[in-house]
């Protein structure tokens, strides 16, 4: 009985919670790298799996919130490295990983390359402030550089054309993605470069994964982007996504549409920006035609009171002359600030679709009617051709010798006769003429 009572039972409750934090005390934050398998996604959009190796595996956790912010689509049989720590779950005993982060094998080798040319870019100075072009207020005309048939675009246009619909827009197509994506980028960089037809240039692409997004931390292309003398406003991904391009870059955005709102002001304020200053302009002339008129008032009750009547005569003059100015003025400067607003307006108006949407109506109307005579050109040819083939069908006709005296021999089963020794006294023959035939019958057959 003395020695049951001097032993330390572990209840199994007390067993798994002392293990637990022996495990959590033990390990810190750690990567681990395997296969995935037995996946399940139960409606609470956690994930659980078994991170499995030859001959080994540990069972694993992934709660939703942390699961939001991963890349990719987790599935069986797909190699991970992931970031986790390491606990016990208490209710069954097992010990398990609860993962922080999680990327595809390949990733973390790619991140590591990424980071050592960051730092020796960054070591060169390709990601200095003090390098970076200022970006325009007022775009004359904005290059956007992206995929043609991809989202990004789209969001771009959308945008551009909500904020400031006058601003000219060029759209260099690239491929975002690929083994040649790096190259096309740059070879379009310096189309743009040479063309010198934008003031400002939008590099973007929507999100991916990071090999999807490797063409834009290529070193060639953060090269070409440093040696731009165009201001250039980079959307890469979404906001989770930084790529070299970013970096180097004289202005970094989140998303595409983000980089739009850089790139453009907005015009509809300005045009309300503009009323307000000149109603408030407009004020102030009052204000101080009012204050000067009672300056002038004072003025006039001074002189009245002072007298001599020529002086008060003389300077009443003058006053009226300064009054007659300072009205006239005035006058020149509210007139000066209306034309001002409307030639503003006017190029405003001078930049809208509109106009353009005329260009290339005229344009396809040119299209249509060079189409209509390319057609008439070719139908024209194609009677010609039809007439000689005529001609000479006729020129080998077997008519056209019947026309020229010939004649063809038919027997009683109507087959050409070539051989008189096919023929026998009395065969029935039909001889066809040019014009009609003749119905004969053998005498004689010579041989």
Known sequence: MPIQNSRDIFTV?????????????????LWVTGEISNLATPRSGHLYFTL??????V???????RRNLSRFQAKDGMQVIVRARVTLYEPRGDYQL??????QAGEGLLRQQIEQLKQKLDAEGLFSSDHKLPIPLFPQCIGVITSASGAAVHDVLTVLQRRCPAIPVIVYPIAVQGENAAAEIIEMLRI?????????LI???GGGSLEDMMSFNDEQLVREIYRLSIPLISAIGHEIDTSLSDHVADRRAPTPSAAAELASPDCRELNRNTASLAGQLMQLQQNRLLQ?????DELSIRLTQQHPGSRLRQQQRQLQTLHLRLEKSMHHRVEIVKSSHKNLLLRLNSHSPVQQLRQSRQSLDNLGARLQQRM???????????GGITRELNAISPLATLERGYAITLDSRNSVVTDASVLSIDDQLTIRLAKGELGCRVEEVTR
């Open 98 to 103: 609860i993962i922080d982060h999680m990327e």
């Open 52 to 57: 499995k190796e030859s001959g080994a595996q």
């Open 192 to 200: 743009a470069e040479q063309r010198q037809e934008c003031d400002l």
């Open 59 to 65: 069972r694993c956790a992934m709660f939703r919130s």
């Open 292 to 296: 000067l008129t009672q300056r002038i």
């Open 376 to 386: 008439q050109e070719r139908l024209h040819h194609s009677h010609q051709q039809l």
């Open 203 to 205: 590099l973007t692409r």
């Open 13 to 29: 409750s007390r067993l798994n919670i002392e293990v637990k934090a022996a495990l959590e005390g033990s390990f810190p934050l």
